[in-house]
Every structure is written in C-alpha cells, then in structure tokens.
T-cell receptor, first 118, second 111 residues
C-alpha cells in the first residue's frame, strides 16, 4: 500500500530556533498533503492543507508565519516551525491521499515527528 | 463536516471478538466511513473503509447499518497489539478534503 514517511521522527531544539519536518509520499504523487498536530492524550488537530505549487491553506488559529509550509514537489511537503517555543512542543503528523490508487478515498499518515523545544 | 460519536473507551479480553460502534446520523450520501487506529507515539494506521456494503479485510470487518447512520468495526480476535485509539471518520471523494478526527475509542485488551 501507499507509504507516507516523515523525517525526523523526533527532534529537540532550543527555544527561539527553527526546525524543519519533512513529509514524503514514497510511492505515489500527492498534490495535496495535510499537517496535523497532536498534544498528549488529545486527538489530531488539522493545522493546514499543503498544496503543491501554491500556498498552503491554514486552519483558523494557526499562525501561517510561524508554521511555514512548502510543497515544492509532488512527493515532498515541509513544515518549518519558526522561532519555536516550549508550547510548540507536540507530535506533528502529515498525511496524503493516493488519488491514483484504486482505493483513492484512503488517506495515509506518516509516522509522526516529536518536537521538543527546550 | 459530518460528525461521528464513539464511546470513549472499551475493554476486551485477548482472543475475543471486539465490536467498536460509531454513530454518524448526519452522514451524507457521498460520505465514506473510514476507520483508523493509532498506537502510542505513532501516526494513524488505516484499518478499513466502506460506503454502503459491509467490508472485510485482513485486519477487520466493517458492518454498516442499512440507513448508514451507524457502523461497527469488528476485530474478530483481539490481540494485545490491537490496543489503540480507534477513530471513525467520515470523508467524501473530494481530493482536497481532509479528515476531521474526534476523540475516538481507546481500546484496552486484557491478557
């Protein structure tokens, strides 16, 4: 089946620095990818929709200047947390839909990336 | 987005069947019913999905009510590795449509 991979799986950064998380669709092309954030013992919350070759669409309350999303190719989307603060520490998850597959209605998720800001 | 309602938690004994219910009374005609599960510190894993007819795969079965206002995910023989949070999600066939996650059902499997 389709595979979505994230890197890094975990990262620790100092407060005030920026960190980039990559999301790749390994065996299919994804013109649209989604970024979620999940705090401990809570459900996934959609942050933004990443569109290849155009600007991302952010959910209400998500700062677009803080969470920079770039979707420069059909297999790669990146999320950059700029000027990270401890409250940005969370589990970040990306997903993509393999529209070309027979089961094109299925969305596949990455393994997630733990961000800890100290 | 149409919403789903699931019990917060359920328990099962190992090697027994588990029936996880989901209510979705406001489902639209084009909404598929998707089930995902999430193990601790991992991204959600696809389990099964369906539209109107019951579906079976190697992981589980999905029973969909005739009026489509509810569905049940069936794990035929629970194992300790099935302990996870199970999410029932509605989604259409719009390529750009994302999935909205509710709190899901936390399944505990007792040895």
């Amino acid at each position: 089946g389709a595979v979505v991979s994230q890197h890094p799986s975990w990262v620790i950064c100092k407060s005030g620095t920026s960190v980039k998380i990559e999301c790749r669709s390994l065996d299919f092309q994804a013109t649209t990818m989604f970024w979620y954030r999940q705090f401990p013992k809570q459900s996934l919350m959609l942050m933004a929709t990443s569109n290849e070759g155009s600007k991302a669409t952010y959910e209400q309350g998500v700062e677009k200047d803080k969470f920079l999303i770039n979707h420069a190719s059909l297999t790669l989307s990146t999320l950059t947390v700029t000027s990270a603060h401890p409250e940005d520490s969370s589990f970040y998850i990306c997903s993509a839909r393999d529209w070309g597959a027979r089961d094109g209605n299925t969305i596949y998720f990455g393994e997630g990336s733990w961000l800890t800001v100290v | 987005d149409a919403k789903t309602t699931q019990p917060n938690s359920m328990e099962s004994n190992e090697e027994e069947p588990v029936h996880l219910p989901c209510n979705h009374s406001t489902i639209s005609g084009t909404d598929y019913i998707h089930w995902y599960r999430q193990l601790p510190s991992q991204g959600p894993e696809y389990v099964i999905h369906g539209l109107t007819s019951n579906v079976n795969n190697r992981m589980a079965s999905l029973a969909i009510a005739e009026d489509r206002k509810s569905s049940t995910l069936i794990l035929h023989r629970a194992t300790l590795r099935d302990a996870a949070v199970y999410y029932c999600i509605l989604g259409g066939d719009n390529y750009g449509q994302n999935f909205v996650f509710g709190p899901g059902t936390r399944l505990s499997v007792l040895p």
